[in-house]
């Protein structure tokens, strides 16, 4: 059962538990300053495929491979995956699962996907429909870069704000019966804000006030404020999106700074990696929450978290006639036993 | 509540109920034999904006103000509101939805949209988060084709096993309250399917083993047959891939064909509207569903149906790398009260 807190939040009754995840992600995540926390790391940026987006897929299925083995699981045990990605139609995730032979639910919440599939699986099982499922994302560098700004071998200037798209996939096993793992307590849905930014090489200023939004929505509905937690993660806001985001919120009333992490910041060391404002894309937060957070929640050093994936729901065409980027950020809060 | 009846199969223990239905359509739409049964029928394949992509997202926000004007609801009765399209990353939608202010989920399902998205919704409102949500979807001959096969300018020849996209949308309302209207009584989930057609003008076939995967296991899960039903309704298999799903059907021990009907091959006249195989598109289930199904259902005409929306789950560019199209279909089970 879940329970309404206030406009799109909710409490989840009866407990959802993570029961495993995992991270790969590829070389430039591998030598970066998280390197050591992922399960796997690819120095071939094709996976071993003969295309970068076979590339993607083969990443996100053997992640979800990966979290599946953790809890010596194979995909006859899950209910239902739910995945999505950047790529057009979602096809590094439909392209991943075929041989899988599960339920699948595809989703489009562009770098938010992994929150996402956390709401809507814990939701599900709450109803009492299967018994574990998995939710899981990707982005890949080579991937992205070509279809959102230029093809790679152009070598387009980048500018400051610009963020890196993580080659980086990220995957978690929902259930309802493994005690003392990490659960699902709360979640809050995101809605659809846009201040009117127009420039896609400035992602972190287009999804700050969508993830302020959520925030502050959620801190009204729950009564709950920074002080509750150990840790407040956005998923790639990146370094100037995310101090945006700090001073929105401080601005509301409330200081995020003590416990406030961005896995966009934390992904690169933007000195010496070149990554200008810091790794972006589904699987920077969907990596960095499974192969950094979640280990520390399940080891008892942070007690509360919130983990809020932004996305940014534009495409390069709307961009082209001149809209402005819509953005959105979903939060899931996440408690240790 | 909802209980598991098998492989993704869940019943909906608690009464979730479509409360309203929309349905808006393009002038083919509307001239075609199914034009009468549509809420709205417009003219101008621009619906007053400067661009088609614009005009996608207008023709859907229109069709679900129209769903809500038809319950005397506003955005602000409603908890959250899922939806996708077939454009690159689903902007027709989440433009469509950036002024309702209301949580938003996006899905990708590519045609299977509007299934997937009475799915989730009747399976989060029996988990008790949230009263009402609105599941929506949209498609536009003109956003599709120039996206999926050619520039419109162009006009490429069309092989007669082509499907036209339908410039269709369609928006349902459902909540768990309003007594004595149609209800989804169970759902199944569908599995990625790919028997290796890699002909993007022959997406019927593509899809029609996926629809008889999920009905298929649906029967069996169940115990139900064709018997128990007055309409087994399929999103947009158009002609050939209709017959094909019938054939396979009829492998399978059912006979699905006294009690079964194609949205696609319904949209349109084939004879003198030049539409080959029949209409398409996320929009073509999902204003069929609305514009002549739900009616009939809550007028009492028909008892019991199952409407399964299919998708194919490609790229262009997937297409291109020589890869077969992976499919899905969707099973909502609906009856009138």
């Not at 890949?140 to 500018?159: D, I, K, V």
């Not at 700090?246 to 961005?262: F, R, S, T």
Request: proline residues 4%; charged residues 20%; hydrophobic residues 35%.
């Amino acid at each position: 059962m879940a329970v309404s807190l206030g406009r799109g939040a909710f409490q989840i009754k009866e407990p959802v538990y993570i029961t495993s995840y995992a991270a790969v992600v590829g070389k430039k995540e591998g030598e970066g300053p998280m390197g050591k926390c992922f399960d796997r790391v690819e120095t071939d940026s094709y996976f071993g495929q003969k295309t970068w987006e076979q590339a993607e897929s083969r990443m996100q299925q053997e992640t979800i491979y990966h979290a599946l083995e953790k809890a010596a699981l194979s995909p006859d045990d899950i209910d239902i995956i739910l995945a999505g990605d950047l790529i057009n139609q979602c096809t590094s995730s439909t392209y991943s699962l075929r041989p899988f032979g599960v339920p699948f639910l595809g989703l489009f919440g562009a770098c938010s996907t992994m929150a996402e599939g956390l709401i809507i699986g814990s939701l599900i099982l709450s109803s009492g429909a299967g018994k574990r499922c998995v939710a899981a994302t990707s982005s890949h560098f080579s991937t992205a870069e070509r279809q959102f700004r230029f093809p790679l071998s152009y070598g387009g200037q980048r500018p400051p704000t610009a963020q890196w798209t993580c080659t980086a996939s990220g995957a978690v096993v929902l259930d309802t019966q493994t005690e003392n793992s990490p659960r699902i307590s709360s979640v809050c849905i995101g809605k659809i804000t846009d201040l009117g930014v127009t420039d896609a090489n400035n992602m972190g200023a287009a999804m700050a006030p969508a993830a302020a939004d959520t925030l502050t929505r959620w801190f009204k509905c729950s009564g709950k404020s920074p002080e509750n937690y150990d840790a407040i993660v956005t998923g790639d806001l990146g370094k100037i999106g995310g101090k945006l985001f700090a001073e929105i919120m401080m601005k509301q009333g409330y200081d995020v700074n003590p416990c406030y992490h961005d896995c966009g910041a934390m992904m690169f060391d933007a000195e010496t990696q070149d990554t200008h404002a810091g790794g972006s894309g589904c699987g920077c937060g969907g990596s960095i929450l499974c192969g950094h957070f979640l280990p520390l929640v399940k080891s008892g050093k942070i007690k509360r978290m919130l983990f809020m994936a932004t996305g940014a729901l534009m495409s390069p065409m709307l961009v082209q006639q001149g809209e402005s980027i819509p953005s959105i950020a979903h939060l899931v809060e996440i408690t240790g036993e």
